[in-house]
């Protein structure tokens, strides 16, 4: 399976690399282009807004190759649309190449977020294992998330990430595979489950519409966590007291 995955991830990117010959982008001509993007994406392409994806450290050519699905409707999304609308190829290039060149920002330790109910719990002890309980379940959630990045899900057939995404979620910049180190979580939760749903399907030859389809949403949720903190050495998950 996973070498199937492989061959067709390197022959994809063979193919790929020889179709598009892009001009190099201009990073100071992007920089200041990306002034217009900065109240959704962060000035530096780390996007403020957790729902937001960010950019910075992304590669070009994927950033080029969503832009333009974005302009042409192929990959839904009515916030960005208005905006990809007025990029014409060399502001694409000259954005692309901006952000790249940024560095994707480290998340904080991420906390899960109490049920409504918990919130008001004023006895401190029993906050405490509430809280406790919490952390276990982060802990369970990134060590699931690491699983199935590095092998995937043999019962249901979910590809291991990492075939194609990279040891360090690097991604793959001749085949347009996307950098998923240090994302916002809930942005990947997001997209991860407009795939599965198959409300995002301007991927090449279905590939993430066919993964996403075969996880859980818990799964989604644990992956997303990982991925959100998968550049943390070691990986940390506990708050510091
Ligand atoms: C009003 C807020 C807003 C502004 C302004 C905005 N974006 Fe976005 N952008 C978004 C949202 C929301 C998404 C995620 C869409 C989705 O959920 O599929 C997105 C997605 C993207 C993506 C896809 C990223 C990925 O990881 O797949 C790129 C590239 C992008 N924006 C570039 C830009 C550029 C370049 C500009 C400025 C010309 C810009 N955006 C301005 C809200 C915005
Ligand atoms: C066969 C190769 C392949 C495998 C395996 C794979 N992906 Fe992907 N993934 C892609 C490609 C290609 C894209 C870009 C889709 C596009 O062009 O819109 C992508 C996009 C994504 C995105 C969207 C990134 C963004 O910025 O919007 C996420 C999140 C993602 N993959 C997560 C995963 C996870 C989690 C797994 C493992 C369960 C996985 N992928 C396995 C090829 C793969």
Redesign the pocket.
Known sequence: MIKKLLTLSISLALSTTATIVQAEGDVNAGKQ??V??A???GADGNSPIA???K?AG?HASY?IK??NA?KNGS?N?P??AP??MG?DEKSMAD?AAFYASQTTSSNPIPILPLNEDDEDEEDEAALALIKKAQQEKLDNLLAKGADLYRNGNLKTKVSACIACHGIKGEGNQPASF?VLKGQHTD?SI??LT?FKEGK?HNDPENMMNMIAKKMTTEEIEAVSYYLSVMDHKPLTTKQSK
């Open positions: 282009q990306a217009a993007c109240g959704c994406h729902t937001f994806p950019l992304q950033l969503e832009l974005l990959r999304a916030m960005m905006l990809a990029l954005l996307p942005y997001k997209t407009d995002r």
